[in-house]
């Protein structure tokens, strides 16, 4: 069965005259013919009688003729869905997201995408930068929004965003009171920090940051995550490392009881970068279309 035998069909079915038929698909009447005897056929059923005076459908035209339209319907809607995806705007992108970047970013970017490509679905999947980099360059991720412009020359990127960095103390903690504190303040402090691979540009930034202020960091616990952080950070004398997005989190109900502290002398401060690989994704495309455009960063006191 050939979509354009049902194409002359319904012409047919709907003209009840075969000059019309032909004439409305621009084909010659013998071929016209042609097309419905090889559906009838391939059917093994008669569709339309015809005599000298008239041309009506059969009881099995009648019971073809709404099928018939819903399998060209379907058609046209595989062409479509299939053209659209082509061009970027259906299918599901895959996109990885850090904290700071699913609080300011990601939000503005997903409403634009939605009235812009409504077909385009997309699956989010919150990760530390150095797992969305991973899953980035396996394939199982289309873009990533992470700390650092990675060096890779297989991946592009585009600045998201600047965040500085906070330190996070549970309520008991002697700093807890205080707006901020100089990063040299830590020096003797037990510290929570990760393992480089979970962010680079965020453990590299603390460390440069303990460098400038001529001291060396106290690793007193090691976690890769961060609910961990807050979690070691409440219940022990201890200061772990957060986004400032991230560190307001520490007084909502129900959470680990943990307040953030700015630091300054020098205030830490993280890059975002939206990062996709080299070949060309229509789809990652259209979200880039939807990121807002980076907002010019601030610089950072002294």
């Known amino acids: 069965m050939e979509l354009r035998h049902l194409v002359s069909f319904l012409a047919i079915a709907e003209e009840l005259h075969f000059g019309r ?3 409305r698909l621009h084909l010659a009447q013998p071929s016209l013919s042609q097309h419905l005897r090889k559906l009838e056929r391939s059917i093994g059923a008669e569709l339309v009688a015809r005599n000298s005076h008239e041309v ?3 009881p099995a035209g009648h019971a073809f003729l709404d099928l018939a339209r819903d399998i060209l319907a379907k058609a046209d809607q595989a062409g479509q869905a299939a053209r659209a995806a082509a061009a970027g705007r259906a ?4 996109v990885g997201y850090n904290f700071p970047a699913g609080q300011r970013v990601l939000p503005a970017a997903l409403a634009a995408l939605d009235r812009r490509y409504p077909a385009i679905d997309v699956d989010m999947q919150e990760m530390r930068t150095g797992p969305q980099l991973t899953a980035l360059t396996e394939g199982r991720l289309d ?3 992470v700390y650092g412009k990675p060096s890779s020359a297989t991946l592009h990127s585009r600045p998201l965003l600047r965040v500085p960095l906070v330190a996070v103390v549970g309520h ?3 700093w807890a009171g205080r707006d901020r504190v100089a990063f040299g303040e830590l020096a003797g402090e037990p510290c929570v920090l990760f393992r480089r691979a979970q962010s680079a540009a965020m453990y590299d930034t603390i460390l440069s940051a303990a460098q400038r202020s001529g001291i060396r960091l106290t690793i007193a616990e090691e976690v890769d995550d961060p609910g961990a952080t807050a979690i070691l950070a409440a219940i022990k004398p201890v200061v772990g490392f957060a986004s400032a997005a991230r560190g307001v989190l520490g007084g909502t109900p129900g959470g680990p009881r943990t307040t953030s502290v700015a ?3 020098p205030v830490p401060y993280l890059d975002g970068y939206a990062v996709w690989a ?3 994704n229509p789809l990652v495309a259209a979200f880039l279309d939807c990121l807002p455009t980076a907002p010019a960063a601030p610089t950072a006191p002294a």
């Open 56 to 58: 009506s459908l059969t």
């Open 278 to 280: 080299a070949e060309d």
């Open 21 to 23: 038929a032909a004439a």
């Open 263 to 265: 630091l300054y002398d």
């Open 143 to 145: 873009i990533a929004m």
């Open 91 to 94: 299918g599901t992108l895959r």
């Open 172 to 174: 008991s903690h002697r």
